[in-house]
């Protein structure tokens, strides 16, 4: 029997790396292709078990380059596209925005290009998937009451989540105009292991651990619905299986914080775990000026994935933040490789501009 083969892009990333840690192991019948740029953000790293398998293979290629993409398709003939491969820092995006026009718009149009040439030729597309994984940032804010739905309209306040609701209504274009077999997936934040130290939660984990400022931008005020994300990664094999070509479907964790009370967690968290006063974290927290165009509230109304696929989110948020921090002490060799050269310049570029609001 043939593999079935599933082109995994921005696998090296931090959702992409925990969903081909979850099921390359497990899926010896799929073969898997993962294409990433390796940007600042990817880490070959991370896909450490996973890297001798005979069931995966890594090609380094940009996505913003039709010709690498098009050798890709002709040699590998994927049946299924899972397409993480994005620039996804916001604050990157407010200082930057080109880079997330190229990857993040241009990427997701040869990708898509690449599967109308190679996959509608055929009389019968039924094997084959196109999913776009896709941010709730798409929806713009929220504000303090209702939830964002898959029938919520686009308003995107930053470049990044401009650059993805771009690349959203270029899959739904595509299924619409030309039949391709797609499926859009918006998603609330995620946290857990291999996130880059830029992100909410491992930068104030790894700047408490050295005992840096926690900043924290405005008054602490925005609200995210965090989702562990081996349950986005199961959620996306969910609906690799049983979703319908066409459809959206929004995916989060019921888990929505303050992000001033979520640095205080962590401040608790870790205390407890290296035997300190909270105070001892607490305390080096600072205000810092807000985001521009900074949104209030994001909140994921999930019931269609739970009626209609049948999937959940398992984890607990406070166990989940608990192993989250656990697995960051534990793995102080990863911490310093991605602390170091290019990420280092650029926090230090970013926050010095700042300076902390008193
Ligand atoms: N992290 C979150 O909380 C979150 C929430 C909702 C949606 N998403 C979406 O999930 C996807 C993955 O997010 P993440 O947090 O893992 O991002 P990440 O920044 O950790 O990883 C992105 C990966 O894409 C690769 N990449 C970037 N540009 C590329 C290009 N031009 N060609 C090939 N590869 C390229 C990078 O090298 C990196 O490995 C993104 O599309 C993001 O918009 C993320």
């Known amino acids: 029997m043939n593999k079935l083969k599933i082109l995994v892009t921005g696998g090296a990333g931090f959702i992409g790396s925990n969903f081909l840690n979850l099921f390359v192991p497990s899926s010896p019948d799929h073969y898997f292709i993962n294409l990433d740029k390796l940007t600042y953000a990817a880490n070959l790293l991370n896909l450490e078990q996973v890297s001798s398998l005979s069931n995966y293979t890594f090609l380094q290629a940009d996505l913003a380059d039709y010709q690498s993409v098009e050798h890709i398709f002709s040699k590998y003939e994927p049946d299924l596209v899972i397409h993480f491969a994005a620039e996804s820092h916001v604050d990157r995006s407010i200082l930057?925005?080109?880079?997330?026009?190229?990857?993040?718009?241009?990427?997701?149009?040869?990708?898509?290009?690449?599967?109308?040439?190679?996959?509608?030729?055929?009389?019968?597309?039924?094997?084959?998937?196109?999913?776009?994984?896709?941010?709730?940032?798409?929806?713009?804010?929220?504000?303090?009451?209702?939830?964002?739905?898959?029938?919520?309209?686009?308003?995107?306040?930053?470049?990044?989540?401009?650059?993805?609701?771009?690349?959203?209504?270029?899959?739904?274009?595509?299924?619409?105009?030309?039949?391709?077999?797609?499926?859009?997936?918006?998603?609330?934040?995620?946290?857990g292991p291999y996130q880059f130290p830029e992100k909410l939660i491992p930068l104030m984990i790894l700047n408490a651990l050295a005992e840096k400022p926690l900043p924290v931008y405005g008054k602490g005020e925005n609200i995210r619905d965090w989702l562990y994300v081996e349950d986005h990664c199961c959620a996306i094999w969910t609906v690799i299986g049983k979703g319908k070509p066409g459809e959206t479907y929004n995916i989060g964790g019921n888990s929505e914080l303050k992000n001033l009370n979520l640095v205080h967690l962590l401040c608790e968290n870790l205390a407890e775990e290296n035997g300190k006063n909270p105070d001892h974290y607490r305390k080096l927290i600072e205000f810092v000026p807000d985001r521009p165009?900074?949104?209030?509230?994001y909140a994921i109304d999930n019931s269609k994935i739970k009626r209609e696929l049948g999937?959940?989110?398992?984890?607990?948020?406070?166990?989940?933040?608990?192993?989250?921090?656990?697995?960051?002490?534990?793995?102080?060799?990863?911490?310093?490789?991605?602390?170091?050269?290019?990420?280092?310049?650029?926090?230090?570029?970013n926050y010095s501009k700042r300076g902390a609001v008193k």
């Open 311 to 349: 999937w959940q989110p398992q984890e607990d948020f406070s166990k989940g933040l608990r192993k989250t921090i656990r697995w960051y002490l534990d793995n102080p060799d990863w911490v310093e490789i991605v602390q170091s050269g290019a990420y280092k310049k650029w926090i230090d570029e």
């Open 293 to 297: 165009g900074h949104d209030l509230r």
């Open 96 to 191: 930057g925005p080109a880079d997330f026009i190229y990857s993040n718009i241009i990427g997701t149009f040869n990708l898509l290009e690449g599967c109308r040439k190679h996959w509608m030729t055929e009389e019968n597309t039924n094997q084959k998937l196109f999913l776009h994984v896709s941010t709730d940032e798409v929806y713009g804010s929220l504000g303090e009451e209702g939830l964002f739905t898959e029938e919520t309209a686009y308003d995107p306040s930053s470049p990044y989540s401009a650059s993805k609701a771009a690349s959203d209504h270029l899959v739904r274009a595509y299924h619409r105009t030309y039949g391709l077999p797609a499926i859009i997936t918006n998603c609330s934040n995620n946290y």
